[in-house]
């Protein structure tokens, strides 16, 4: 049996129960096969891929707190702490009802290979809890912050692991963990959170970073088939931060924006989400309602209850991003009927794998998330080298690095992929290009 192999068998006896984390070691360490293949004794030697697959640590502790009518409920907080071979843990923290630990590892692998890939020094963690957001008043998040952040205080600081934001998690959020970390620690560590308030030693362009550089990759991929994102059209899920910055930046380029979604359905705007539109997207996270729907009772478009754009809606290009494994194998089918070209995913592994090797097989463009959404986690690291020089960069010196960035992610796989005499396979490209820097530091420094 190949090495690759072995370990997936051996991580799926060791790890039962957990369908996302094992989705992934699977997509990754197959990709890996050129890479392994040249250098198989070594990899092995050293246990590399066997590393790889087990975090450095995880941790599940009890998150109790109160809320307004003075009823006491128990959640269940995590922090896996997965690589540290190229810097200190780095990763969000996810607050939404479906967390549970196979969520949380799968995030953390992906963090690793993601972080690797935007060349500053800050290794694979990821955290959260179940807790669910929605509907809870400012003073039921603040007493859930601060009971999760009595626990999580002793494993993080800023050389250690520096937890930010994710689904459910924002600067509201942020902030109050950051409050009672403050308080816990007696002492003003800035650089232990990253997605902090401007006032607080938070970055410019942080919240628009992730969807910014989503659209920063994306055109570095369409330049690559001598394409530009002018006049092209694109259906976007989620309404949060993410599709805000996404709709934000791909309007300013000139292409359209049809679709956005929620938890209760999807709204087609064929006359573009632009403008107005696109502030109040803000408006509608803001009220906590978590309904799409407003929208469309608003601007007066459609709205198609329980579904998802997939395959209902014909665009240019696709870009998920709400959450994991949103397109699946009937949905890859439809998208290849109706001639979508290209698949853009922003939010963590938003295509099962099925769905993914469908795609792929049926010549559908796909840029995989953890190029893609890589520039959240990379303005987190400058606002890192902001907190420790203990300055404040300008909106433009920042949007110049995400720029930056986001071109030395899309030249550092189309360098894998030209090293190993592949084609334009970015999936692929991707995993090898983050692979290499890991395994080589993790080699360098030892059997630990
Ligand atoms: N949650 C985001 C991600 O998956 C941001 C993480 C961070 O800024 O540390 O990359």
Known sequence: MSYISEVIEATALKNPGEPEFMQTVKEVLESLAPAIEQNEALYRKHCILERLVEPDRQIIFRVPWTDDKGV???????????????????GGLRFQPNVNLSVMKFLGFEQTFKNSLTSLPMGGGKGGSDFDPAGKSDSEV????????????????ADTDVPAGDMGVGAREIGYLFGAYKKIKGNYENGVLTGKGLSFGGSLIRPEATGFGATYFFNEVLAHQGETIKGKTFCLSGFGNVAWGAALKITQLGGKVL????????????????GEKIDYMLEMRASGRNKVQDYADKYGCKFFAGKKPWGNVKADVYMPCAMQNEIRIEDAKEMVKIGVKYLNEVSNMPTTNEALAYLQANGVLVAPSKAVNAGGVAVSGLEMSQNSERLAWSAAEVDAKLQGIMKGIHKQITDALDAYGMDYNLVAGANLAGFKKVADAMIAQGLY
């Not at 006491?72 to 780095?90: D, E, M, T």
């Not at 007493?143 to 999760?148: L, N, Q, V």
């Not at 679709?259 to 632009?274: A, K, N, Y």
């Open 72 to 90: 006491n409920h128990v959640n269940r907080g995590f922090r896996v702490q997965f690589n540290n071979a190229i810097g200190p843990y780095k």
């Open 142 to 157: 603040m007493r859930f912050c601060y009971s999760f952040m009595n626990e999580l205080y002793r494993h993080i600081g």
């Open 259 to 274: 679709t956005l979604s929620g938890p209760d359905g999807f709204i087609l705007d064929e006359d573009g989400v632009s």
